[in-house]
């Protein structure tokens, strides 16, 4: 099996605040992710899932520890080892929320092509990326349709194509399942670990929902400020 690996941390800690109103979300969490696999993180509200996940995306910054994506160093304890964290952002990583964001005023090939356009890539090479992944997805024929005329799942797989438009590394998406019933939410699963597979990209994937586990290759859980991992590869999938 590919073992390359996509994030590494090492003795990542986060709190928020000083004092009497300290709040410490993360002590001392090691782990590896690799290339290709697709990972839930899993914790109750507020347990930090989302802090986790903006730091593995150079958005937040750690109290301490290390963080490196791919073979690179990008967090060495106390900043940023990399000139532009933003750049690696939005090069590197993609990102998928719960409210899926697609810009209301721009068509859904707008949408998807507006990220690697910003990354100075050519404007043919762009469209051409896009309308595959909108093919990939089955939504091609939506291309120049608004957001407001999509349902929820197909705005979803939008979000999903947008995320992948910069041909991304790792991919880092906040309960991207939430706002879809059992179907599509089954769907989009699916369809994330074809591109795990397939792409060899490293998904982290935040859920509340557990029956989406089975779909995943692990399942990381933040318990007592710390990170823990189950492996899901020899359990049965539905
Ligand atoms: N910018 C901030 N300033 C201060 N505290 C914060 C900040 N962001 C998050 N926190 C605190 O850090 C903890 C973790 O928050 P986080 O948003 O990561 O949780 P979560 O696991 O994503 O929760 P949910 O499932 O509700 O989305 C919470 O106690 C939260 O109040
Ligand atoms: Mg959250």
């Given at each position: ?8 941390a ?10 009497e ?9 090691s ?12 914790a ?13 995306g150079?958005?937040?910054?750690p ?90 799942g ?44 397939e ?40």
């Amino acid at each position: 099996m590919e073992k390359d690996i996509a994030i590494k941390a090492q003795n990542l800690c986060k709190h928020f605040g000083e004092g009497e109103s300290r709040v410490n979300v993360l002590e001392d969490a090691s782990f590896e992710i690799h290339k290709g696999e697709l990972v839930a993180l899993v914790a109750p509200s507020g347990a930090g899932k989302t802090t986790l996940l903006m730091m593995l995306g150079c958005v937040t910054d750690p109290t301490s520890g290390k963080i490196w994506l791919g073979k690179k160093i990008v967090w060495d304890e106390k900043r940023w080892s990399i000139k532009d964290p933003r750049r690696i952002r939005r090069e590197q990583i993609g990102f998928i929320f719960q409210a899926h964001y697609l810009i209301p005023f721009l068509n859904v090939i707008e949408n998807v092509v507006l990220l690697p356009e910003t990354n100075d890539i050519p404007q043919e090479k762009t469209r051409q990326k896009a309308m595959e992944l909108l093919e990939y997805f089955g939504i091609a024929e939506k291309a120049n349709a608004m957001p407001s005329q999509l349902s929820g799942g197909q705005n979803q797989r939008v979000a999903i194509a947008r995320a992948l438009a910069n041909t991304p590394q790792i991919v880092l998406a906040d309960e991207p399942t939430a706002a879809l019933d059992i179907q599509r939410s089954v769907d989009v699963m699916k369809m994330l670990k074809k591109i795990a597979k397939e792409q060899n990209v490293a998904i982290i994937m935040v859920t509340h929902d557990e029956r989406m586990l089975p779909y995943c290759d692990r399942v990381m859980s933040i318990e007592n400020r710390t990170v823990k991992f189950k492996d899901m590869r020899h359990e049965k999938v539905i």
